[in-house]
């Protein structure tokens, strides 16, 4: 595809429910990002998948947030339970794996909201 | 203290003015400093990067960066209207590598 796709666009939720959320990356590369947005702050980082070596899950914020990435493509972010302060623009983010250069090329999002 | 600190803003100035944006960051070692512009609802874009110290300039724009310091900021020549939104600072780690540090950003908001 042209850029990176995530899916769905918005997804409303109610308290305790758990949420998938979808991120197909630019074809070829191989490092995939996902990251948090609340509302006017930044991008908090959740976690990282680097090619084949284990992902850095440094950034996620709790034992509810998990994420897989299945033959080294498209990603799913999984939130369980979720709770209102989970309510957050979800990006997703992939590049390729080079030192020098590692332009993130970022996705529309998906917007949570927890009731 | 924040690994990447930006003024909120919102910083105004007027269609045709220099717009100046400033970020500093804690981690010594970073090698890869990058400025992405978020409009409003939509997701950041990349609009410039630098790994040296000094000036690298693209079109209006200029990013500067002194890691004495610890500091890199943009430039924004002839402001135009469209420039309005947020500039996103995100800084590389120690070692290079791809997992970047994300201030908070700034507004910018350019005036007719």
């Known amino acids: 595809g042209a850029g990176v796709s995530q899916s769905p666009s918005n997804k409303v939720t109610e308290k305790g429910k758990d949420v998938e959320l979808r991120c197909d990356p630019i074809?070829?590369?191989?490092?995939l990002y996902w990251y948090r947005q609340s509302l006017g702050q930044g991008l908090e980082f959740l976690i990282y998948f680097q090619g084949n070596s284990a992902p850095d899950k440094s950034g996620l914020p709790s034992d509810r947030f998990s994420a897989e990435r299945t033959g080294g493509s498209v990603s799913t972010l999984t939130i369980q339970r979720t709770q209102q302060e989970d309510s957050a623009v979800y990006l997703c983010a992939s590049s390729y794996l080079d030192y020098s250069y590692n332009e993130q090329f970022f996705g529309p999002g998906t917007r949570l909201t927890v009731l | 203290q924040k690994e990447v600190e930006q003024n909120s803003g919102p910083l105004s100035v007027p269609e045709g003015a220099i717009a100046s944006l400033n970020c500093t960051y804690s981690?010594?070692?970073?090698?890869?400093f990058f400025w992405y512009r978020q409009y409003s609802g939509k997701s950041p874009e990349l609009i410039m990067f630098i790994y040296s110290n000094g000036d690298k300039e693209d079109g209006r724009f200029t990013a500067q960066l002194n890691k004495a310091s610890q500091y890199v900021s943009l430039l924004i020549r002839d402001s135009q209207p469209s420039d309005s939104a947020t500039y996103l600072c995100?800084?590389?780690?120690?070692?290079?590598?791809?997992?970047?540090?994300f201030g908070t950003g700034t507004q910018l908001k350019v005036e007719l």
């Open positions: 074809s070829g590369h191989t490092a």
């Open positions: 981690d010594r070692g970073s090698q890869s």
């Open positions: 995100a800084v590389g780690p120690t070692g290079g590598g791809n997992k970047l540090t």
